[in-house]
């Protein structure tokens, strides 16, 4: 548990592990499903690549790294039981959506800009979001890199994204949430648009202004979080954060919609 003095830097290095597992990962899945073998397998268990299996089976084996390290959040974080005041307020599906939109009209009453900032980070968090899902794709399919060489460059932006978010963390504690917000989505969209402007430069300069793209994601997010724990009206820390994970999926369309567009 964070103190309110030490919140930015406990967000940015609980975000940051995210990165570095991610690591392991990628490292896992490069030497085991990709690297090396012969002209018709793949990593060092040989797997065929017809109908490309070798991604699919990358795939499952990232299924169960996510599930299998979800089990001791199940069994090991304590739950609180709700109060009997919860227990009395529980009602049907299509009802709670009700009891939803009650609570969000409470809310705006109570601090409107906590709404305005629910809105505004769903749709930069889907941003931040499309980075990854569709950076690989754009690395393979725009600057021409290999399967191999698109699983290397997600080792290293991980790699820059988790030690820029630790970084990013002590940039909270001293100038609060928001300047690091503005600052990471700025320089995020100067790096986007030099990516654009230098295409013709190929391959280099996907690994150079991407990387150094990914050196803003992580910072955003965790300052996100952070700065929402300081504008959340006292007493509803739970129901608001759980909005902010629930505007954060309602917003995930944006991104693949624009890239589909584009």
């Known amino acids: 548990m964070s103190a309110p003095k030490t919140v930015g830097t406990a967000s940015a290095f609980g975000w940051s592990m995210g990165y570095f597992g991610g690591i392991v990962l990628l490292l896992i899945i490069l030497v085991f499903f990709v690297l090396g073998g012969k002209h018709d397998t793949a990593g060092l268990l040989h797997i065929t690549k017809a109908g ?49 939109f009650r609570n969000l009209r409470g809310l705006w009453r109570v601090s409107p800009n906590t709404i305005r900032f ?45 030690l820029a978010t630790v970084s990013a963390g002590r940039l909270d504690h001293w100038l609060g949430p928001k300047p690091v917000i503005v600052a990471s989505l700025a320089g995020m969209s100067a790096c986007a ?13 996907f690994w150079v202004f991407g990387l150094v793209l990914c050196a803003f994601v992580g910072p955003a997010q965790s300052a996100s979080r952070t700065f929402l724990s300081r504008i959340i009206p006292p007493g509803r820390e739970g129901e608001v954060f759980g909005l902010y994970s629930t505007t954060g999926r309602a917003a995930i369309w944006i991104s693949p919609l624009l890239y589909a567009a584009a």
């Open 193 to 205: 648009t030099l990516l654009f402007l230098t295409r013709s430069a190929g391959p280099a300069a």
């Open 52 to 100: 490309g299996l070798y991604v699919r089976l990358a795939m499952l084996v990232a299924t169960a790294w996510a599930v299998g390290f979800s089990i001791p959040v199940f069994l090991k974080v304590p739950v609180p039981p709700p109060s009997a005041e919860i227990a009395a307020e529980r009602t049907g599906f299509f009802a709670s959506y009700g009891v939803l």
């Open 118 to 162: 629910l809105i505004a980070s769903a749709i930069f968090r889907d941003g931040l979001t499309g980075v990854f899902t569709f950076g690989g794709v754009i690395g393979h399919v725009a600057f021409g890199l290999s399967t191999t060489k698109v699983l290397m460059f997600g080792i290293a932006a991980n790699v820059i994204a988790g």
